[in-house]
């Protein structure tokens, strides 16, 4: 008895059969299954710290391009009798595109993409620690190998299909200019991002003020810069913000925790400064870990309707930052109401 047709009104499948795709399946799933087998043996085989950072992801890489391309080859030598997979169904250039070249074209894209990972994840850093390259320029040099490398790949890709590069510079140069004044803000964000990797006005691992809130860049992109922070989350910032505005380096800066108060006109402006030194020092005690230096307290400016002091005590990170703040808020609260020290109404606002 013949096998049901599963794609009755198409003539370059009609030879198909439910079993033949349902046993395709099957062995796709068993590829796969045993991936994720072959996965959890390997983290019970693979206990040791050092193995388990540097040894077992190369390991799972290898895994995952054997499941990958060992679908793709099934695919192929499954269907390779099949002429629905040869037969072209586009001419071009003297090309005929079928789904075999397709799927050839798209083995190259996928392939480069792993391959130039895994040489940047597991060869260059090694080419970096010889050479003492910096982590930023590492960075730069990673990214400009990534793109040559996918470049060539989808050029080849195309030439394979049949498709003429010239052709397609030209179809991209008239829309570049039907749309470029629609994606202005792309374009401008890609050549800041070009700037930022080659001009290296900040790099990856740097800590960067941005809008008051501060960060660690973890990876710069042709569009964006990705910035962790410890309160905030993560911020996605275009690159075009680096190039226009002004971004505070926080890397190679000491790092203060700083309260900003405001007194009514008539306080003893000595005695002012006298507490907020004694609140600072006082907090400090309270934080492990804070710097053994003596914090400074400045008159830093006279308003319409209020004096403006500020204390400043040394700290080695955001969160220690953070933290102390708070601290020395509560001691100058404490002191203020102590010794009888007003702060400064809002404009608008009345006091009794």
Not at 142 to 148: D, F, H, P, S, V
Not at 206 to 221: H, L, N, P
Not at 271 to 278: A, G, K, R, T, W
Request: proline residues 3%.
């Amino acid at each position: 008895m013949k096998n049901p047709q599963l794609f009755e009104g198409i003539d370059v499948l009609r030879n198909l059969s439910v079993i033949e795709f349902f046993l395709f399946f099957l062995y796709l799933l068993l590829i796969f299954v045993s991936k994720w087998i072959a996965q959890a043996v390997l983290k019970r085989i693979v206990r040791h710290d050092g193995y388990q950072e540097r040894v077992y992801p190369i390991l799972e890489d290898i895994l995952n391009w054997v499941a990958f391309y060992g679908s793709i080859m099934l695919f192929l030598f499954y269907f390779g009798q099949e002429e629905w997979l040869t037969t072209p169904f586009y001419e071009t250039e003297g090309v005929g595109v079928s789904i075999l070249l397709i799927v050839v074209a798209i083995m190259i894209v996928t392939f480069s993409s792993r391959v130039v990972k895994a040489f940047n994840s597991f060869v260059m850093p090694y080419v970096y620690g010889q050479f003492d390259v910096e982590l930023g320029m590492s960075y730069t040099i990673n990214r400009l190998i990534y793109y040559a490398v996918m470049f060539l790949a989808i050029a080849v890709s195309f030439t394979i299909v049949g498709l003429d590069l010239r052709a397609v510079g030209i179809v991209f140069s008239v829309l570049g200019i039907g749309i470029g004044f629609g994606v202005r803000n792309i374009a401008a964000n890609f050549v800041s991002g070009i700037i930022i990797l080659f001009e290296r006005p900040m790099e990856v691992g740097e800590m960067v003020e941005i809008d008051k809130k501060i960060g660690r860049i973890t990876k710069i992109k042709l569009r964006s810069t990705i910035v962790e922070t410890s309160k905030d989350g993560t911020l996605v910032v275009p690159n075009q913000y680096f190039i226009e505005q002004i971004v505070k380096n926080r890397s190679g800066a000491r790092l203060f925790a700083r309260v900003v108060v405001s007194v009514e006109y008539g306080c003893d402006t000595e005695l002012v400064s006298e507490l907020l030194v004694q609140a600072a020092e006082r907090e400090i005690t309270k934080v492990d870990g804070v710097p053994d230096e003596k914090p400074d307290a400045q008159f830093i400016d006279f308003r319409n309707s209020s004096m403006d002091f500020q204390v400043e005590a040394r700290v080695l990170n955001v969160e220690m930052k953070d933290r102390l703040e708070s601290r020395i808020r509560h001691g100058i609260a404490a002191l203020f109401v102590e010794h009888g020290i007003r702060l400064a109404s809002l404009p608008g606002e009345r006091t009794e």
